[in-house]
């Protein structure tokens, strides 16, 4: 959406620094988060038995939870917190199988990624990066649901976030990473990669997507950044109906209209009917 890129970047607008509390959708994704990358973190952690995991877990969750959680330990949260932790305790625990099971040697968490590329510089942090003895590497987008939406997401080669985690990370080592989601309330794991996971089906996309992924990245940029250097902004908001000018190029990404709880510059763009 380069009207919410063009607000947030450029223009540099920023919603209220007043105490917003988080809604349970967040909460509960960051805490989960915060959870597996301190586990990660500990030495030798990722070759721990499942058993280990868990006694880690039942020691350090209230104490995770009071720092950063704080909201669920309020009079009538009781329910959500025990549901939490149920929850949550079983989904880190599939997990972390699901890593062993693989034949991981290190498991990075929050592993910053940085590199020049043809859309200027690009840098962020993988939730999990996942090293193997034969040198190979996956990276993991952890998300706290939305199997049906990641599932789609890398059958229709649309993993932006992840295409862009493989890119510099293919920079730096040389070659593609296998790339993947766990839903963290769903203890699901998605991936491409045949036979990564024992037990996990791969979700049905060709061989190199990612690479063909980035490619696209590359040409929507492109397509992109001309409109912007000639003053047209689009808006891309549900509702508005398409023009030749926001038909993208055939090698390009599909225009994705992203939802609205995302975007805090809504009323900017204008309403009625006019």
């Avoid at 959870?35 to 280990?52: D, F, H, K, R, T």
């Avoid at 949550?88 to 020049?116: I, N, Q, Y």
Wanted: charged share 20%.
């Amino acid at each position: 959406n380069p009207f919410h890129w063009v607000l947030r970047y450029p223009a540099a607008l920023r919603t209220s620094a007043l105490l917003d509390l988080p809604d349970d959708f967040r909460l509960l994704g960051n805490l989960a988060h915060r959870a597996v990358e301190q586990l990660y973190s500990q030495n030798g952690s990722s070759l721990w038995p499942i058993a280990q995991v868990l006694v880690w877990f039942d020691a350090n969750v209230d104490r995770i939870v009071a720092e950063e959680g704080a909201v669920l330990l309020m009079p009538g949260r009781r329910a959500d917190l025990v549901g939490f932790r149920l929850r949550f305790r079983d989904s880190l625990a599939r997990l972390h199988g699901h890593l062993l099971a693989s034949g991981v040697v290190a498991v990075m968490p929050e592993l910053a990624v940085a590199g020049d590329t043809p859309l200027g510089r690009l840098q962020g942090s993988c939730d999990l990066m996942l090293a193997y003895a034969s040198r190979r590497h996956a990276v993991i987008d952890m998300k706290w649901s939305g199997t049906k939406k990641y599932r789609e997401k890398l059958a229709s080669q649309t993993h932006v976030q992840l295409g862009i985690y493989g890119k510099l990370q293919q920079m730096a080592v040389g070659s593609w990473p296998a790339v993947g989601y766990y839903l963290l309330r769903e203890a699901e794991m998605l991936t491409t990669a045949p036979g990564l996971f024992p037990g996990v089906r791969a979700v049905d996309a060709p061989e190199g997507s990612t690479e063909q992924l980035w490619q696209r990245i590359e040409a929507t940029w492109a397509w992109r950044q001309q409109q912007i250097a000639g003053g047209s902004i689009e808006l891309v908001l549900d509702g508005l109906e398409a023009t030749p000018e926001s038909t993208p190029p055939a090698d390009a990404l599909l225009v994705e209209t992203l939802s609205a709880r995302y975007n805090p510059f809504g009323n900017l763009a204008g309403w009625g009917a006019e």
